[in-house]
């Protein structure tokens, strides 16, 4: 059995996870309260049903997010090398400072959100700047201290965790993105750090990242599981002209070719769980990987996750495939302007509760999805009952 402390770990145990239900019965408690509740039966959509799912998740009808996280994981990609982003590996560096600094976008909107900046290096191509965790960085890897098992640093915003698995990802023209062991490292990071942030008491987790080329390979990933057409699905990403848009697909639809539709080991894996971590092990990203772990370990510890962006939502996707039942945990936050997005929440069931047309990755739509979440929170908590104001209870007729 699989435990926060595995620090090795073959496919068969990754697939056969057991994840339990979300309580149905503390779903129709919470439904229940909302129809007592002084409005229209419904009245407020999509967010009654939320909050029942909170419950659920939660096994309490005293649904408690106070303390929550966006665990944002940091990694590069070697298929930069093709010309498919404005920017190279150095921008990914420069905003792990910035997160570990607090300084970054995600720390900003978080401090109003009353949300915990989780940052986590799971593959940068280099070290974050000694001076941005106050030169104590490198002690993270100091297996001498706390009995071999190092501690995260304390930022200004929350935590940084030191899980490099890689120094970023292969080119996945040249060769897979990963090796199966490194997939595996990088999905156990993130059910390690869903686990310790468990322990450490938060009750809601918000997945993001960062990493340059990113939407590329999410766009890979997206259109073998799902067999989608990258000339339509493929975006922008971070801004490319349309030289280099056209690259982008290019690339991708290359990918696609050399380890799917034309790979004969594809052709002939049989499960949906062997085919998920085939595709992401050849044209994903260490940050991908480790965020289908965050959703993974999340819900072993019945931990509702907001998911944010494309790449959270690819992430969210390979997870659910690897292992049934983990898409209980899921909330949309939104739906953002890469075209992949709404196509992977299609395909997961989940419909978003913003549409703004946001494209900034770092978790920051799950972020600014809290507070209407807490407000909807607050009314199911304090709202009138029909009975305060001497109105009768509306009846479900239908």
């Not at 010309?83 to 978080?110: H, M, P, W, Y």
């Not at 940068?124 to 104590?136: K, P, Y």
């Not at 030191?162 to 090796?179: C, E, H, I, Q, R």
């Not at 978003?352 to 600014?368: P, R």
Request: proline share 2%.
């Amino acid at each position: 059995m699989m435990t926060r402390s595995s620090k090795k770990v073959d496919k068969d145990e990754l697939f056969n996870i057991h994840i339990d239900r979300p309580d149905k019965s503390i779903y129709d408690e919470a439904k229940r309260k909302w129809d007592l509740l002084s409005k229209p039966l419904d009245g407020l959509g999509s967010f009654e049903g939320l909050i029942c799912r909170l419950a659920a998740m939660q096994k309490s009808p005293d649904i408690d997010i106070s303390k929550r996280a966006a665990v944002i994981m940091i990694a590069d990609n070697g298929i930069v090398e093709e010309g498919i982003s404005q920017s190279g590996s150095e921008v990914t560096r420069a905003v792990g400072d910035a997160l570990i600094k607090g300084i970054s976008s995600a720390n900003t909107l978080g401090r109003y959100a009353k949300t915990d900046i989780i940052s986590v290096d799971v593959g940068i191509a280099g070290e974050v700047s000694a001076d941005a965790g106050n030169n104590m960085v490198s002690a993270l890897r100091n297996k001498d201290i706390n009995n071999g098992k190092s501690e995260p640093l304390v930022t200004k915003d929350g935590l940084f965790y030191d899980k490099k698995v890689a120094f970023g990802t292969k080119n996945f023209l040249k060769k897979p993105a990963m090796s199966e062991q490194e997939t595996l490292k990088a999905i156990i990071s993130g059910i390690e750090v869903a686990y310790d942030l468990k322990e450490k008491g938060y009750k809601l987790l918000i997945t993001g990242e960062m990493g340059i080329g990113n939407t590329t390979t999410s766009v890979a990933v997206l259109c073998s599981l799902l067999g989608l057409d990258a000339e339509v699905i493929t975006g922008r990403g971070a801004g490319l002209s349309d030289a280099a848009l056209k690259r982008k697909k290019e690339v991708i639809k290359i990918g696609i070719k050399k380890y799917c539709t034309d790979n004969e080991k594809y052709l002939h894996l049989k499960n949906d769980n062997e085919r998920a971590f085939y595709i992401l092990s050849c044209l994903g990203g260490l940050d991908i990987a480790a965020l289908a772990g965050v959703f993974i370990g999340a819900a072993m510890n019945r931990l509702p996750v907001l998911i944010d962006g494309l790449i959270s939502s690819v992430a969210a996707l390979i997870a659910e495939r690897m292992v049934a039942g983990v898409k209980e945990y899921y909330i949309a936050s939104h739906k953002g302007r890469e075209g992949g997005h709404a196509a992977a929440l299609k395909e997961l069931g989940l419909k978003a509760f913003i549409d703004a047309d946001m494209a900034l990755g770092e978790g920051t739509g799950g972020i600014m999805a809290l507070p209407l979440i807490d407000m909807v929170l607050d009314f199911y908590n304090n709202a009138s009952v029909f009975k305060d104001i001497k109105v009768n209870e509306y009846e479900r007729l239908s």
